[in-house]
């Protein structure tokens, strides 16, 4: 089991910037981990993954790529987002999530956290 507690979440202008972090209670080397976000009256949508062992191995949302940046320090347990040029649309709640092995197209996480919220002023 592993725990997930994320932080960084808040308001700022669109084109701003923000830095989501997710604290896990264990080790992250061999979880597969993501990043997902789920707007009021919305889909939750996958934003970014991160592959559990693999140097690189992330995958991201055609939304965000180019401005979204998912990287984990193992030793640390935590996974980060690096969120740039924000837009109004990146406006909802983040939620981090883990689970044991490589990520597939078909990656069940197990493991969730409370979310954080994000919101972007146009």
């Known amino acids: 089991q592993v725990q997930l507690v994320e932080s960084g979440g808040g308001t700022v202008q669109a084109g701003g910037s923000l830095l989501l972090s997710c604290a896990a209670s264990?080790?992250?080397?061999?979880?597969?981990m993501g990043w997902f976000r789920q707007a009021p009256g919305k889909e939750r949508e996958k934003v970014a993954t991160k592959q559990a062992y693999a140097y690189r191995g992330e995958t991201y949302a055609d939304s965000v790529k180019g401005r979204f940046a998912i990287s984990k320090d193992n030793a640390k347990g935590t996974l980060y987002l690096q969120m740039s040029s924000l837009k109004p649309e990146d406006t909802a709640t983040y939620y981090c999530?883990?689970?044991?092995?490589?990520?597939?197209?078909?990656?069940?996480?197990?493991?969730w956290g409370q979310g954080t919220q994000v919101t972007v002023s146009s």
């Open positions: 264990k080790s992250t080397y061999g979880y597969c």
């Open positions: 999530a883990a689970e044991a092995g490589a990520c597939t197209t078909s990656t069940d996480f197990d493991y």
